[in-house]
């Protein structure tokens, strides 16, 4: 099989293309939360603790000089990416334990697997001891 086929074959798997559209899917979840703490949570929780942007807070670690950048150690941004995290965290969290909880009532609703049928044997065994109970 040659190198190009093998890819194909391994590429067109149904686990690979579901596991490509959940990076996707994901991707643009994780902008949306982004956009969501960086847009509508940060600023009121800014203006709550003193009109604080969390995006500008830093440590400056060396002073500009000349056309040398500061070097700022950029917690404010941490912070945020932290929050970040913690919201799709929480969402994943959520779907999963949704999930879970449709699968459980779905298995619960399964009717049970029937009995397997008796093998020869115990018929057998059946038949003679019903026979020693007449005796």
Do not use: C, H, W
């Not at 969501?36 to 009109?51: C, K, N, R, T």
């Amino acid at each position: 099989m040659s190198m190009v086929q093998e890819f194909k074959a391994f590429a067109m798997r149904g686990n690979v293309v579901d596991m490509a559209v959940g990076i996707i899917i994901g991707a643009a979840f994780g902008k949306i939360v982004s956009s969501f703490v960086a847009d509508v949570l940060m600023p009121p929780l800014g203006v709550l603790l003193g009109s604080v942007n969390f995006t500008e807070l830093a440590i400056t670690l060396r002073q500009a000089t000349g056309e040398t950048a500061a070097v700022t150690l950029n917690y404010g941004t941490f912070v945020q990416t932290v929050v970040d995290f913690l919201i799709v965290a929480f969402a994943i969290f959520m779907a999963i334990k949704a999930m879970n909880a449709v699968n459980r009532k779905e298995a619960e609703k399964a009717e049970p697997p029937p009995a397997p049928a008796a093998s020869r044997e115990e018929v057998l065994l059946a038949e003679i001891r019903d026979l020693l109970k007449r005796q």
